[in-house]
């Protein structure tokens, strides 16, 4: 069974422009959560879905933005890219809600100069 | 505000050492995980820990979840190369909630 997976692996905007990262699932998981890994703050919760609804919501600005389709493939965007928003973007998936075992993509890297 | 703390921040050990890596909080979790990142790659979930108290061994690793549910070591035996990694702690305060994770312990272990 294919792991999950992150589109694209490494991007590089400046700052002010926006972004959108994709992640499809384990087949058959339904939940997909978001997370941010910088070496400052360590790996941080964006956002769950699970069944195209949003249903947890980590503390960050409104320029991050989710969405799940109905396919359980989901993408995140950010909008008016700032310097602080260079990370490891993580997406992680689970047969149902995030207290089941979550398996992890490989990240995607964005760099904002 | 990092709610839980891990140490040590680094750790170089030789080849076939023992160590601990402790994970510390002064809140109580429902549960309480451990990962293990490799460089390029995203965390692979090694155990879940959710009574107090419990103890659990896979191979050469040892976790162990406090009494109270607010700490948890994680002790390696005969540490190997392959064991080099980001080692995360990561607790759930409640049922459904988003699990919060540490900052870890980067492990170094030398042939």
């Known amino acids: 069974k294919a792991g999950v997976t992150q589109t694209p692996r490494y991007l590089i905007k400046t700052r002010g422009q926006q972004v959108t990262l994709s992640c499809s699932p384990i087949s058959g998981h339904r939940s997909v959560s978001w997370y941010q890994q910088t070496p400052g703050q360590g790996l941080q919760f964006l956002f769950e879905?699970?069944?195209?609804?949003?249903?947890n919501k980590g503390n960050f600005p409104g320029r991050f933005s989710g969405r799940q389709f109905s396919n359980s493939r989901s993408e995140m965007n950010v909008s008016t890219l700032e310097l602080g928003d260079s990370a490891l973007y993580l997406c992680?998936?689970?047969?149902?809600?995030?207290?089941?075992?979550?398996?992890f993509g490989p990240g995607t890297r964005l760099t904002v100069l | 505000t990092q709610l839980l703390e891990q140490s040590p921040q680094f750790l170089s050990i030789q080849e076939g050492e023992n160590l601990t890596v402790y994970c510390n909080s002064s809140s109580v979790f429902s549960s309480l995980q451990w990962y293990r990142q490799e460089p390029g790659e995203g965390p692979v979930l090694l155990v879940t820990v959710v009574t107090g108290g419990e103890v659990k061994k896979l191979k050469r690793l040892t976790f162990q979840f406090g009494d109270a549910r607010k700490d948890s070591s994680l002790h390696i035996t005969a540490a190997q190369p392959g064991d080099t990694g980001l080692y995360l702690c990561a607790g759930a305060h409640n049922y459904g909630q988003n699990f919060v994770f540490g900052p870890g312990t980067r492990l170094s272990v030398l042939p």
């Open positions: 992680a998936s689970s047969l149902s809600r995030r207290e089941d075992t979550q398996y």
């Open positions: 879905y699970f069944s195209e609804t949003q249903r």
